[in-house]
């Protein structure tokens, strides 16, 4: 069976959904937690998204985090190590009905920074969200069955805000993540 493309109007119970499991998070982190942001598409009020929760952490250790993964299992997350992106642990919830993912950074991690700036980015720019969730609609009404020409679809539009994001994070001097 393969997983849907479903992209969905955005619902207020997402800011909830992420600081209820926010808490658990840190639970299972313990003394490693440094930070937990809410990111993605269903961090942007307003904006249509996959309804999944992306969660990105900080901590103090990225390799702590591999000796207390079955906790993160007790919460029903699937651990998937690094997932293609050096210095991140990924864990996914709900199988193929996901809904939650978790991008763990120790501290400092160029990709946290840049996480967030693409987020706030977004926020203060509601039409470019609007453009990017038109997109996302557009993507998963044309490969409702067809994740990796939906993901493929959106590397245009992200690569672009991306560059909008590097260029509006000059005037608060955080762009360095973005070289």
């Not at 909830?16 to 930070?35: M, P, T």
């Not at 103090?60 to 985090?65: D, E, F, V």
């Not at 992106?85 to 946290?112: I, M, N, P, T």
Request: charged share 30%.
């Amino acid at each position: 069976m393969l997983r849907k493309v479903k992209v969905v109007e955005y619902e207020k119970s997402w800011q909830e959904q992420f600081r209820h499991e926010l808490e658990k998070l840190k639970k299972a982190v313990g003394d490693n937690w440094i930070d937990g942001h809410h990111i993605g598409s269903t961090s942007i009020k307003g904006m249509a998204a996959k309804p999944i929760i992306d969660i990105l952490l900080e901590v103090k250790q990225i390799s702590k985090l591999d000796e207390c993964s079955h906790l993160f299992s007790e919460l029903g997350y699937e651990s998937l190590g690094e997932n293609g992106l050096k210095g991140r642990r990924f864990f996914r919830k709900g199988g193929l009905q996901r809904s939650h993912h978790v991008h763990a950074y120790e501290a400092g991690h160029e990709d946290v920074k840049k996480h967030v700036v693409f987020r706030d980015y977004l926020r203060a720019a509601p039409e470019r969200a609007k453009d990017y969730a038109d997109k996302k609609c557009q993507l998963a009404k044309a490969h409702p069955e067809d994740m990796a020409s939906y993901m493929n679809g959106k590397n245009t539009i992200i690569k672009e805000i991306e560059q909008e994001t590097y260029n509006w994070s000059k005037q608060f001097g955080t762009n360095d993540q973005f070289r």
